[in-house]
């Protein structure tokens, strides 16, 4: 039993330690990553490259194309990179909803772009660049499942992406329906093929793609105007960065490059 | 006056009536009123029966911290509200008065105009009063937009009860007219926790612990307080996940060893098929196979049986081999022994060796529980609502790690009992090996040499049993280990007794 005692302490001690580090190192990160001598003050992860976060399962905005990042927001990435006179590096995809939160204790990417509508409670914790997409809600349901709005949802089982603004308008406006949160868009139309859910609730123009990619037997019932517009995600430390990322997104827009994906992509 | 007689047409011919609103308390006379104007409505303007300003919705964002999804009172959060400009409308500005027992103070306004689903771009100005919203349009808002309102940062009364929005709106001609009531918003009294959240809130040290970039990530007071009560019921249902599915792990678990231990070639092939594909897989696996393969199939089961299915014969994997291993660590002596008593060999299995491998395999077993218990937390990718789900939902929401520290808690609460336990059983176990006399040597506390004394008194009068079951079954078999094994042996062979001795 003594011997016991003793490896409790031990592990207690271990414990104490394991988060004395953890705090060394995160308030670390803060501090340390000052050091980009080539673009004037833009306090970079790797200088010379714009690092960047995404969960690349969003497509036509962002996914792996091979086990590359792809889609919209890459192309637009690259251009606005361009502009900077910066190097686009793309991490590894990460969980949508632990974006924000990433980017917020900075040291891993400089930015977040995922189709961050931007909102007053992400705009708490972290900096959104100026708008670079308008896009709004949809409501999916199976074709054959007879279902034509909200009412025909109640009482019923409704998927959405965990911390996205499609969750927030389904919580606030399916009233009776459960609400389940998901990883991703794709676990979300897994579900609802596989009848685990009735609905699903994501930003519309994924819908409208992943349907006609994917999903052929599932339809849009309800386009919901919401006016949610995209943002990147920048941490508050970095204003210049900011500045920097608006500055270059005015030049993709104003030189016709924005214009051109947007076609790209089918958007209008 | 017409457009009040608008108003209640519009109300009659939707349907809705808000809850708590003025129209329910209608007199007769009002609904004969309202007939009446509905009539002339219906005969006057059937084809421009339009608003300047047709109320679509008024919603409020859930501010409960946690995974609740109701507005509480007193606390702010955001409010939008959603509207049409009618055909040949177009609108200059708009009055929302908020009820009693609201609090405008920090409240700000945010306006997002649409035609069909493009944006388009409106320019405002907005004041909040004490009681009232003002927003005037520096261009006339046209006819055929979806307008919205969001009013951020809005306290609802905190005593609760449904809040019901009116107002006013002025059209391109400067003719004021009243707004439809908005849909009752049920509005809930705060909560004990949300109070505490609240002070926290305010109180200085709590801000000072949370500017602390780790602390305020990982152990925010406010999150912490929030979280245990909405985390509890995660817990509850993780809880009754395993509970359920571990003892159903157990049968299939030890009717695969049997399979796995029988002299049955195919048997034997099939339980090791199971085994090895199991253990070989990742339990993440398995969950997406079951809950997006079985409902493929048109297998519609219900989301936490599914999951415990999946637990349990996961489970069952691990216990197999566990059991399997308890069962031939059993010396050949007591299949032996059980087998001159002339007991058969399910009555060898069931009396005799079985009993003896539950005392050994027990620590393993705890093991294995705690193991499945910790794994429930996989099913939270597939949407079953239980610990981790709830501590990822909050997280969602806050961006913050606080939640999954107070889940961790949840799990410690029961693994850490459970891993003393098996502990202790391990070593009693160890003791009951032959190594009683250990006790001897140790520096413990009266409490802890009584029992210890206690107990080598107990190994001492099993040995004593033992032997006088040795010399009279002449059995073979470790001295230590079969002590009590020896004595289900008695037990079995005065219970199967007649058949087997005669």
């Known amino acids: 039993m003594k011997r016991q005692k003793n490896s409790m302490m031990m592990v207690l001690l271990a414990l104490v330690m394991a988060v004395a580090l953890g705090a060394l190192a995160l308030t670390g990160c803060g501090g340390s990553s000052s050091g980009g001598s080539k673009a004037n003050d833009l306090k970079l992860v790797n200088s010379g490259k714009l690092t960047v976060l995404s969960d690349c399962d969003y497509p036509p905005f962002t996914t792996l194309d091979n086990g590359h990042a792809a889609g919209f927001e890459y192309d637009l990435c690259e251009a606005i990179a361009g502009k900077m006179g910066l190097q686009v590096n793309y991490?590894?995809?990460?969980?949508?909803?632990?974006?924000?939160?990433?980017?917020?204790?900075?040291?891993?990417?400089?930015?977040?772009?995922?189709c961050f509508t931007i909102n007053e409670e992400r705009a708490k914790e972290i900096d959104f660049s100026d708008a670079y997409f308008d896009s709004n809600q949809g409501l999916v349901v199976m074709s054959d499942s007879g279902i034509e709005g909200t009412d025909g949802l109640a009482d019923k089982k409704v998927a959405a992406q965990s911390g996205t603004t499609g969750e927030e308008w389904a919580n606030e406006n399916i009233s009776g329906a459960q609400i389940v949160p998901l990883d991703t868009a794709t676990?979300?139309?897994?579900?609802?093929?596989?009848?685990?859910?009735?609905?699903?609730?994501?930003?519309?123009?994924?819908?409208?793609?992943d349907i006609k990619m994917s999903y052929p037997d599932a339809k849009v019932i309800l386009e919901i105007p919401t006016g949610e517009q995209y943002g990147?995600?920048?941490?508050?430390?970095?204003?210049?960065?900011?500045?920097?990322?608006?500055?270059?997104?005015?030049?993709?827009?104003?030189?016709?490059?924005?214009?051109?994906?947007?076609?790209?992509?089918?958007?209008? | 006056m017409i457009a009040s007689s608008y108003r209640e047409a519009h109300v009659g011919t939707t349907g809705r009536i808000p809850a708590g609103g003025r129209v329910r308390k209608t007199s007769t006379s009002h609904r004969l009123a309202r007939f009446f104007s509905l009539l002339l409505v219906a005969m006057l303007c059937i084809p421009t029966a339009a608003f300047g300003l047709t109320t679509n919705s008024t919603t409020a964002r859930s501010n409960e911290t946690g995974s609740g999804n109701a507005v509480l009172g007193g606390i702010p959060t955001r409010i939008t509200w959603e509207g049409s400009v009618g055909a040949d409308e177009q609108i200059t500005a708009m009055h929302i008065?908020?009820?009693?027992?609201?609090?405008?103070?920090?409240?700000?306004?945010?306006?997002?105009?649409?035609?069909?689903?493009?944006?388009?771009?409106?320019?405002?100005?907005?004041?909040?009063?004490?009681k009232a919203l003002d927003v005037t349009f520096t261009t006339p808002v046209p006819s055929g937009t979806t307008l919205r309102l969001e009013m951020q940062a809005v306290s609802l009364p905190a005593h609760g009860g449904?809040?019901?929005?009116?107002?006013?709106?002025?059209?391109?001609?400067?003719?004021?007219?009243?707004?439809?009531?908005?849909?009752?918003?049920s509005v809930v009294q705060v909560t004990t926790t949300e109070r505490i959240v609240g002070a926290l809130d305010n109180a200085e040290w709590c801000k000072a612990w949370n500017s602390n970039k780790f602390l305020g990530t990982f152990l925010k007071p406010q999150l912490i307080v929030s979280s245990i009560p909405s985390l509890f019921f995660g817990w509850l249902r993780a809880l009754m996940l395993v509970f359920i599915g571990?003892?159903?792990?157990?049968?299939?678990?030890?009717?695969?060893?049997?399979?796995?231990?029988?002299?049955?070639?195919?048997?034997?092939?099939?339980?090791?098929?199971?085994?090895?594909?199991?253990?070989?897989?990742?339990?993440?696996?398995?969950?997406?196979?079951?809950?997006?393969?079985l409902p493929l199939m048109g297998i519609q089961i219900n989301n936490y049986v599914l999951g415990v299915c999946v637990l349990a014969i996961n489970s069952s994997a691990y216990l197999c081999e566990i059991f399997r291993a308890g069962i031939q660590s059993i010396p050949k002596g007591q299949f032996e022994a059980?087998?001159?008593l002339g007991m058969s060999k399910s009555q060898t299995m069931f009396n005799v060796i079985i009993p003896q491998t539950v005392r050994r395999v027990i620590p393993t077993m705890t093991s294995e529980f705690i193991l499945l218990y910790k794994d429930s937390s996989l099913l939270s990718a597939v949407g079953v609502m239980e610990l981790m789900m709830f501590a990822k939902s909050i997280t969602a929401n806050t961006g913050n790690i606080t939640p999954y520290i107070v889940a961790a808690g949840y799990y410690l609460i029961v693994t850490l009992p459970l891993i003393r336990l098996v502990n202790k059983v391990e070593q009693r176990v160890a003791r009951g090996d032959g190594s009683a006399s250990s006790n001897a040597g140790d520096t413990r506390k009266r409490r802890k040499t009584k029992r210890a004394a206690k107990q080598s008194a107990m190994a001492m009068q099993a040995e004593t049993a033992q032997v006088g079951l040795v010399t009279s079954g002449s059995l073979s078999g470790s001295a230590g280990a079969a002590g009590h094994a020896v004595g289900f042996v008695a037990q079995g062979s005065t219970k199967g007794g007649p058949r087997a001795l005669s």
């Open chain 2, 338 to 340: 059980a087998w001159s």
């Open chain 2, 246 to 293: 571990f003892p159903l792990a157990i049968p299939i678990g030890l009717g695969f060893s049997f399979m796995k231990i029988s002299h049955s070639r195919i048997l034997h092939f099939i339980a090791a098929v199971y085994v090895n594909v199991i253990r070989g897989t990742p339990l993440f696996l398995q969950i997406y196979i079951a809950f997006f393969g």
């Open chain 2, 97 to 130: 008065d908020f009820p009693s027992g609201c609090d405008l103070d920090e409240a700000y306004l945010k306006v997002t105009a649409l035609e069909g689903l493009n944006r388009l771009e409106v320019t405002s100005e907005s004041s909040f009063s004490d």
């Open chain 1, 187 to 209: 676990d979300c139309f897994e579900a609802l093929q596989s009848g685990q859910v009735d609905g699903i609730c994501l930003d519309l123009p994924v819908a409208q793609n």
């Open chain 1, 232 to 268: 990147m995600v920048i941490s508050k430390d970095n204003t210049a960065l900011k500045d920097a990322v608006n500055k270059a997104l005015g030049e993709v827009k104003a030189d016709g490059t924005y214009q051109k994906l947007m076609d790209k992509y089918g958007f209008q």
């Open chain 1, 91 to 114: 991490l590894e995809p990460q969980k949508f909803d632990t974006i924000v939160t990433t980017i917020k204790s900075g040291g891993k990417a400089d930015i977040g772009v995922s």
């Open chain 2, 162 to 185: 449904d809040v019901v929005l009116t107002g006013t709106y002025t059209d391109q001609q400067g003719q004021t007219s009243a707004l439809q009531d908005s849909p009752a918003i």
